[in-house]
């Protein structure tokens, strides 16, 4: 049993200047979780799911420093008594990011590393290798390049290494916020086997429509405190409007409606993004993207849709500039694109935003995008603080990027692109990490950047997110667009069967 009694956690940041902020993480939070349930934890970004999935593995307050009140105790042991090492023998971890839980470069050694660390007799990680490959289905992961892995199959490696340590608790800190739909079913079998195991499963989540038939708890989070604690009977009655006045998102992808109501731009001849014998590969020769002939709309959202490893990153890449060796033409509205003239006239918001937060403030962060020179600094500040404000980023101002949740982060990197003054913006993943009500919030931002004139290429794998805020899709496998199409109600049956919802 899981077990929390009047905690209170703080996490201790530090503002611009370096002065200390206290953050509320949980507060008043007493839960008691049974052998055996499968709970699933969310709410709005910040909300302090992740919070618990810390308390529970043992983070706090071993890593996160802060003030911690209250007591958690694991199967009747107060975790104040154990060591982060005891902790680690009862609960496995699998993170948002799988990457930042590796150790080796071999997916071999990788699987192996957690019960190695537990000093499990090496003959017998040998055999329960063996087994997690063949009951997961991953043999053609063994033995690879973790850095040549798509996303989804590093996520399946960390889920590999839980299943040889083979611990009595798992937690997940959303797991699917970067797999396709695909490997999200990977993902939710590996869940079904592990919770017939008996497993307790914690999983901190967003999107829920493949836990809908696994949970048998979910607890709604609010400002740190449980909002709602649903039993099983109570998550199968909930409607798609229930979900949406609870601020989550939808338990089933066949009942979001169709919501892109606005009436798309006409495109005039010339009012193109073109293709025309485009070709690029990596020194590997094994990922390359071939566009022999494409033209889509200018001034519209653009999805761009495929499955892990499908060639979606690689495209924008070269579309923006970050990429040299290719040969053919990309034409933007009538004018064919250097690779110089592309870095001027895109800006890439990545799926990593880690990668791209570089300053001391939120705030400043998103004055640092502001390239144009006619502009002052306190017009630039004033037009930074009013798209914080939609973003919900108002209170975060003075605060250090990396001291952000996951969702805060990405929205941070979001206010950025929109704060940029190119023509051409582009979201890898945009979604990732966000709730219901950020994810619509940055939906309607993103019609805005439409209204303004700019062209918005979205890299998404969010069903959710395509049908609120996008015009048209590419749609891509194995480094080749197979097909593109504008969006409207008879085509989002093709959209639903690619994603294979039908």
Same mark, same amino acid.
């Given at each position: 049993?899981?077990?929390?009694k ?8 530090t ?12 507060k ?8 055996g349930e ?5 709410g ?6 992740? =919070?618990?999935?810390?308390l ?5 307050? /071993? ?15 107060n ?6 090492y ?42 329960k ?9 991953i ?7 973790i ?7 590093k ?6 290494g839980i299943?040889?340590?083979?611990p ?10 970067n797999?396709?739909h ?8 590996t869940?079904?086997e592990w ?17 809908k038939?696994?949970a ?6 609010e400002n ?11 998550? $199968? ?6 979900? @949406? ?8 992808? @066949? ?5 892109n ?8 001849p010339?009012?193109?993004l ?6 690029f ?7 390359s993207?071939?566009v022999?002939d ?6 519209d ?6 499955h ?27 004018k064919?694109?250097?690779? !110089?003239?592309?870095?001027r006239?895109?800006y890439?918001i990545?799926?990593?935003v880690?990668?791209?937060?570089f =300053? @001391?403030? &939120?705030l400043d962060?998103?004055?640092l ?13 004033a037009k930074?603080?009013e798209?914080?404000?939609?973003? $919900?980023?108002?209170?975060?101002c003075? &605060?250090?990027p ?18 940029? !003054? ?5 979201f ?6 966000l ?6 919030l ?10 303004i ?7 998404t794998?969010d069903?959710?997110f ?9 749609q891509?496998?194995n480094?080749s ?11 989002v049956?093709?959209l /639903? ?6």
């Amino acid at each position: 049993m899981i077990e929390f009694k009047d905690v209170i956690f703080k996490y201790n940041i530090t503002d611009a200047e370096g002065n200390k902020k206290d953050a509320v993480g949980v507060k008043d939070l007493n839960l008691k979780i049974n052998d055996g349930e499968f709970v699933v934890l969310t709410g709005f970004s910040g909300c302090g799911k992740t =919070t618990i999935i810390r308390l529970i593995n043992g983070l706090i307050p /071993k890593f996160y420093n802060g003030e911690l009140i209250g007591e958690i105790y694991l199967d009747g042991k107060n975790t104040k008594e154990m060591t982060i090492y005891d902790v680690s023998e009862k609960v496995g971890s699998v993170f948002q990011n799988p990457r930042s839980q590796f150790f080796n470069v071999n997916t071999t050694d990788e699987i192996a590393f957690a019960a190695e660390n537990q000093c499990i007799d090496p003959e017998i990680i040998k055999s329960k290798i063996i087994d997690t490959a063949y009951s997961m289905h991953i043999k053609s992961l063994l033995d690879r390049n973790i850095f040549d892995l798509s996303g989804g199959e590093k996520q399946m490696v960390a889920c590999a290494g839980i299943d040889v340590l083979s611990p009595t608790i798992i937690v997940l800190d959303e797991p699917s916020s970067n797999l396709d739909h695909r490997a999200i079913r990977r993902l939710k079998n590996t869940l079904e086997e592990w919770k017939n195991q008996g497993k307790t499963i914690v999983i901190a989540e967003h999107r829920l429509f493949f836990l809908k038939d696994l949970a048998d708890r979910m607890i709604v989070m609010e400002n740190g405190e449980i909002k709602k604690d649903l039993n099983k009977e109570e998550i $199968s009655l909930l409607k798609y409007k229930d979900c @949406e006045d609870l601020g989550l998102r939808a338990l089933s992808l @066949e009942d979001v409606p169709f919501e892109n109501d606005f009436r798309p731009m006409q495109n005039e001849p010339g009012n193109q993004l073109e293709f025309k014998d485009f070709f690029f590969s990596y020194k590997d020769k094994k990922h390359s993207v071939s566009v022999p002939d494409l033209s889509v709309p200018c001034n519209d959202v653009i999805a761009i849709i495929g499955h892990n490893g499908a060639g979606k990153s690689t495209l924008v890449r070269n579309i923006c500039g970050l990429e040299r060796r290719n040969k053919g033409s990309i034409v933007y509205k009538g004018k064919k694109l250097s690779n !110089s003239e592309r870095l001027r006239n895109c800006y890439m918001i990545m799926q990593d935003v880690n990668h791209q937060l570089f =300053t @001391e403030s &939120v705030l400043d962060e998103v004055m640092l995008s502001m390239t144009d020179r006619k502009t002052d600094k306190e017009e630039k500040e004033a037009k930074a603080k009013e798209i914080l404000d939609k973003l $919900s980023l108002s209170d975060y101002c003075d &605060v250090h990027p990396m001291a952000l949740s996951g969702g805060q982060k990405q929205r941070t990197a979001i206010a950025s692109g929109i704060a940029s !003054s190119k023509p051409i913006i582009i979201f890898d993943e945009p979604t990732s990490g966000l709730d219901f009500n950020h994810m619509y919030l940055v939906a309607d931002l993103i019609k805005e950047l439409k209204r303004i004139g700019k062209t918005v290429l979205i890299i998404t794998h969010d069903y959710e997110f395509i049908l609120k805020c996008c015009d048209y899709v590419i749609q891509m496998d194995n480094g080749s667009v197979v097909d593109s199409y504008r969006i409207d109600s008879t085509s989002v049956d093709g959209l /639903k069967k690619f994603i294979e919802l039908k």
